[in-house]
Each structure stands twice: as structure tokens, then as C-alpha cells.
């Protein structure tokens, strides 16, 4: 069983039109950029796209929001220096967005992943991020509840994988990626490195295997 495929193009070939990414990355740390170019030669296009920020400069996400392959970004952050293109498209109506707190979008990703059927959490109460949603105070404190929040597939960038998929991030590079490894139905990795079997040690696994369908070795992942 060998889970790498022999180019970004081979390991991103089957996502459909409408397919929900979950897209991992703080930054451009960790982001999954040629992945997500990979996405773009691809052709796939009405994309919900689950991403802490929108990218930067053209390249990765802002790349496939430029050509207008994403109907919705669901983030945190969608603005940054660097980030001009998801602005721009929000702005003339051309992408719909959908804020989601930070703490917020790791534990919607979480429960997917553990099977939860939602939480509650104080973040957003009273706000008008919390509209429409059900609330309840318990012990005199507001709460909002949050239903999980799943993917057809998961991009990920990790360090290194061995052939079953198993990964060791880097750093920074970590946030996100385990969280959307578990709560997809299919993850593909960008890796910088490929072990043999047995080279990892397995008190250094962060995502074993199980969480992952596919592999590609890249130079440039970290």
C-alpha cells in the first residue's frame, strides 16, 4: 500500500465541481500552494473553500479565487498585506464569505473529524455572527451552538510522510492540517520528504495514515 501519486496533477484529478476543499495553512505557513495550483490547471470550479486567510499575492488560493473557481471562502482572516485578490472579488459581489470565529472554525473542523454533532461555545454570542443560529445561557453565560464542519477533501501540507500516509508537520506549518486530515472524506498531502517504512518514529506521527488517501512529494512543502 503506497499512498504517494506521481504528480500534483494525478493526486488532484477527480475533485468535482461544487466539492467542498478544506484548504490548510496560517499564512502562507503550511498552505498547500501547489495543491491548490494543481486545483487550477485542474478546471474544478463553484468551490467552497475552507481556509484560515484567502492567500496571497496570485499565487495557491488567490489563484483560484482570481479565476473565479470559488463561489464561497468560509475564514477567519480573509484579509491580509498580502491578499488584495478576495477583497477585490468580494467587493463587486463575486464571491460569497462566510466569517467564522478562529477558535470557532478548529473546533467545527474537530467535531467533524470526532463525529460530534455540534457545540456550544461563547464565542459570537450576542453578535451578529451568532444570527440565525440556535443560543442558550447556561450558569448565566451566553452560548451559541455550532454545527461541525466537514469536507469532500482536505489539502494539506505536512514535512514529511512515509508510504502509508503517515505525517510529521513542521512548526507552524502544523496548524490546521490535522484538524482537516480527520474531517474530510478525502486528504491529499503535499509533502517535502517521503520516508520508507519504520523511519518515522511513531511517537512522532501527528496524522497517522488512516486520515490519509493520498500523497505527493513536492520540494518546496515544509
Same mark, same amino acid.
Given at each position: ?15 468535482? %465541481? !461544487? ?34 486567510? $484567502?492567500?496571497?499575492? #496570485?499565487? !495557491? ?7 473565479? +473557481? ?12 498580502? $491578499?488584495?485578490?478576495? #477583497?477585490?472579488?468580494? +467587493?463587486? &459581489? ?5 466569517? /467564522? ?29 451568532? %444570527? ?7 450558569? !448565566? ?9 466537514? !469536507? %469532500? ?8 510522510? %512515509? ?9 507552524? &506549518? ?18 517535502? +520528504?517521503?520516508? #520508507?517504512?519504520? #523511519? ?13 488517501? +493520498? /500523497? ?7
Amino acid at each position: 500500500m503506497d499512498k504517494f501519486c506521481a504528480s500534483l496533477d494525478a493526486a488532484v484529478a477527480d475533485i468535482p %465541481d !461544487g466539492a467542498t476543499l478544506l484548504v490548510s495553512g496560517f499564512g502562507t505557513a503550511g498552505q498547500p500552494i501547489d495543491l491548490l495550483e494543481a486545483v487550477a490547471r485542474q478546471g474544478a470550479r463553484d468551490l467552497t473553500v475552507v481556509c484560515n486567510n $484567502s492567500g496571497s499575492g #496570485e499565487n !495557491g488560493l488567490a489563484l483560484l479565487i482570481k479565476l473565479g +473557481r470559488v463561489r464561497k471562502l468560509v475564514a477567519s482572516y480573509p484579509r491580509g498585506p498580502e $491578499s488584495q485578490v478576495f #477583497e477585490d472579488m468580494f +467587493r463587486k &459581489g463575486e464571491i460569497a464569505f462566510e466569517c /467564522v470565529p478562529q477558535g470557532t472554525l478548529a473546533e467545527r473542523l474537530r467535531a467533524a473529524g470526532a463525529g460530534l454533532g455540534g457545540f456550544l461555545t461563547p464565542t459570537s454570542y450576542g453578535t451578529a455572527l451568532a %444570527d440565525g443560529k440556535e443560543t442558550r445561557v447556561i450558569d !448565566g453565560k451566553g452560548y451559541v451552538f455550532e454545527l461541525p464542519l466537514k !469536507g %469532500d477533501f482536505a489539502l494539506v501540507r505536512a514535512d514529511t510522510a %512515509d508510504p502509508w500516509g503517515n505525517l510529521i508537520f513542521r512548526k507552524t &506549518g502544523r496548524n490546521f492540517g490535522p484538524l482537516m486530515a480527520m474531517a474530510a472524506t478525502t486528504t491529499v498531502v503535499q509533502v517535502r +520528504r517521503r520516508a #520508507e517504512l519504520g #523511519e518515522i518514529d511513531p511517537e512522532q506521527v501527528i496524522t497517522p495514515g488512516i486520515f490519509v488517501q +493520498r /500523497v505527493v512529494e513536492h520540494a518546496t512543502a515544509a
